[in-house]
Nanobody, 122 residues
């Protein structure tokens, strides 16, 4: 699956952004999809993930503020990020892996988008 992320930008603390990931390929509906992020000098971390059946999981730091969703017929993945904080500043990547279970480490994902920068000012 080829992935193309978009939607990043500069936003003030407390604001919102909607990230999108467009997938191409026939396997999208069978993939676990996820959003990762990587801040400067930090490791890449899982933000949220969703299975093909709609089961979701979130990092504790974003629970209640971010919502991940997918539209299998349109091959799209979305991350609605609300109540943004300066510590959410990072490059956000969409990623996919075949299978049915959510994985929590980048090495478990086969396909990656190019990343989109989110900057939250205080």
């Amino acid at each position: 699956v080829q992935l193309q992320a978009s939607g990043g930008g500069l936003v003030q603390a407390g604001g919102s952004l909607r990230l999108s990931c467009q997938a191409s390929g026939r396997s999208f509906s069978n993939y676990v999809m996820a959003w990762f992020r990587q801040a400067p000098e930090k490791q890449r971390e899982l933000v949220a993930a969703v299975t093909s059946g709609g089961t979701t999981d979130y990092a504790d730091s974003v629970k209640g503020r971010f919502t991940i969703s997918r539209h299998n017929a349109k091959n799209t993945l979305t991350l609605q990020a609300d109540t943004l904080k300066p510590e959410d500043t990072a490059v956000y990547y969409c990623a996919g892996r075949s299978g049915s279970r959510i994985a929590y480490y980048p090495r478990s994902y086969d396909d990656w988008g190019q990343g989109t920068l989110v900057t939250v000012s205080s």
